[in-house]
């Protein structure tokens, strides 16, 4: 049994680790479509500075790509490594520098941007169509069928990284962790799954030792049935398992705080000279259960302890480990 966990472990964190590189690396594409985009919106404010008439459509294409970026890089900046929020910080800051300067080309030399300009698809354009941005309002005037467009100053860069602390309901994280409980007496496992946001989420969770006894008959601690002494043979069988959920709370920083319950069951088994198995009704329990204990995450990387507890009779300490899709 031991092997077989061992193996499941093993594929588990394999798994794990071909999502996380393909969550960096989708969001290194994604960075590489801002910066060229970026650029292109930086080589048209130097043509609408020197004058220069810009073509609607090409505008309009480009503010599509930028509509669909947005929402790709607003839900994965939770995800972003240093190296890629570093990244995602530079670009913006050479865009938001290049479009809040007020001279004109005669005055300071053209910007440099990091990679050639990027043929952008043509879409249709409707002369009734207005357009607007974030980045600044487009105006377009009509003469004999032409259309000109006028770039204006940003205010808000749309596309800014949104940090941790940033009030985003929709934004939900899912995790998944392999679960181990410990007792005295036996040792379980299993998983929980976690659906976060930025202050609370909930969870649900299975964990089990994977043993199944049915007892004979019921004794105490004390080794008496039915008021009669029985012989034990010395064998021991404990059974354990536990199903819940329950919700997650955030306290500060990566730290949470869960609590649920449900249902669990907790047996000791004896078995005496005649090869019968008694159950030790003090030291086993069935019914409501109930968890507590707090979840830390950070990145990918999310890690759990607490404590479950089966109609307060029993205690099993609970760790678990995972990644945060």
Known sequence: MQNKLSYILIAVSLFFGTVAYGQGSRLDRALDSYETICDRCILLRERSLRGEQIAPEELTSLLEQVSQLRSTLQ?????MSPAQKDRFERIRRRYTVAFG???TPSDRPALKVARPEMELPKVEWRPDLRLSSGNGEILRSAQNDNYSISLGSPQNDNLSYHPEGAKRPKDLSAGLLILGGWSPETFSYGGIIT?????WGLYIKGRSNFKAMKADYSCSSDGTADGHIIWTSGNECYTGMAL???????ISGPLSLYAGSGYGSTKTLWEDAAGKW???ADYS????????GIIFNK?????????STVSLKTATVEFGVGIRF
């Open 75 to 79: 839900r994965g900046s939770r995800n």
């Open 101 to 103: 300067g007020t001279g």
């Open 195 to 199: 659906l976060t946001g930025d202050k």
């Open 244 to 250: 819940g959920a329950g919700g997650i709370f955030r």
């Open 278 to 280: 008694a159950e030790v």
């Open 285 to 292: 329990a069935q019914g409501p259960c109930s968890d507590a």
């Open 299 to 307: 990145g990918h990387f999310t890690a759990s302890a607490g404590v």
